[in-house]
């Protein structure tokens, strides 16, 4: 573990609205901050950043004479958080030490006592600043240090078995007219992960005889798959929409170690990548949160580690008719050149001058075989390359940003289609708070 002071000069931000900013960054995972400060009129905030997203409010409020702690996630902050009543150390005019530590769930320690506790909302590994503000005449900040863990060097788990396909059905049937177009087209095809779901079976809802207590995953808590139960370790919140505070469905989650890897999509190869959807099935509208990416970068296999009753989503499950079965996942490796949705959506995507006399009649030919891969479900769920440009898509995605993260068209429903994009910067750090997502009902 490694111990930083710092210099609070070097540290300052800026001054706004007569209050002072201080920005520590952060180089490794976050342990601990730790401030000593005297305090006269207690009005101050203590945030945890991840990305543009705040992970722990802590505001001192001298004015109400209380604490408010919270989360705020794309903008929206949880319902009502949570309340805390004016320690006197805070109005002693004497110095105190203030420290925030990461454990299993954020733990607040004044002079060495425990003050609060708040249970985790974001993943820890997406911590990346700790902000502080004050009113320089109402806190004398006189240190402030940080204990950051480095993480240890993993071990790569071995590569599963890759399965690839050489070329793409089209160009091992390319008509002869077509033939100068061969290598340019094998020069732009786009290698991407497609998933294959197996029906493994169904929780226990309102849909079957028995118990509809939302019990009876065929599947382990770590195992990719669609539906079922998520991992969730214990003192880890279960997503909600950060302004309605309902329940988010588990849409899937991805065991990295299980995925083909393909180095220009620089997807993660361990931990576990879940995807939770604010929808409301039968009306098919979204929350305003729309959805919440996650990430685990360790994965217990102890069951003792992991919450495994989850009775306390059966009410909202059966009220939005949230899928109930469950699906187990293969991945392979495809490659294909996407011609029509890279013509829409790329604009880097040009053909040679030489080749455009082809290109409409081309157009035209493989417009049958990318309407057929739609009609099979051929390409339909992947993660990377592009989407499918199927009915309203292309004008439902307009103006998305990064690339394509995730495509899913649910093997319960086919008529509902999920999208999620990501920045490239985003995901080589794992910063999923900017993930965007859009949902086509057809």
Known sequence: MAKQSFDLAKLRLGIYQDRIFLGVPLQELLVAVEITAICHYPTFTINLDAGSDIAYHFDARSSEGRIVQNTCVAGAWGAGGEILSMPPEFVSSQPFTLKIAVEQELVVYLNGRVLTRYAHCLPLTQINTVHIVYPPENLQVQSVQVFEQTAPAIEQPPLPPQEITDMPAFLENLPPQFEPLRLFLEANLVPYIKFTATDAGHLNSASFRGPADWSGDPLELWQSKIGGHPYLPKGTSYPTDAETGEMMMFLMQINCADLPVIESLNLPRQGLLQFYIGLDVPMCTLSP???????????????????????????????????????????????????????????????????????????????????????????????????????????????????LLLELQHPFDIDNNFYFFIEDLDLANLNLSNVESYFVSV
């Open 289 to 403: 949160e729309q959805h919440r990416v996650l990430y685990y970068p360790d994965v217990s296999k102890d069951k003792n580690d992991l919450i495994t009753d989850f009775s306390f989503l059966a009410e909202p499950a059966s009220s939005l008719e949230w899928y109930d079965d469950v699906y187990a996942l293969n991945f392979s490796v495809q490659r294909d050149v996407f011609w029509n949705a890279r013509r829409q959506l790329d604009e880097s995507f040009e053909m040679p001058e030489a080749l455009t006399e082809l290109g409409e009649d081309f157009t035209e030919w493989i417009s049958d075989y990318e309407d057929e891969c739609t009609l099979r479900h051929g390409r339909i769920n992947k993660l990377g390359g592009y989407p499918e440009l199927h009915s309203y898509v292309d004008e439902t995605i307009e103006g998305f940003r990064g690339r």
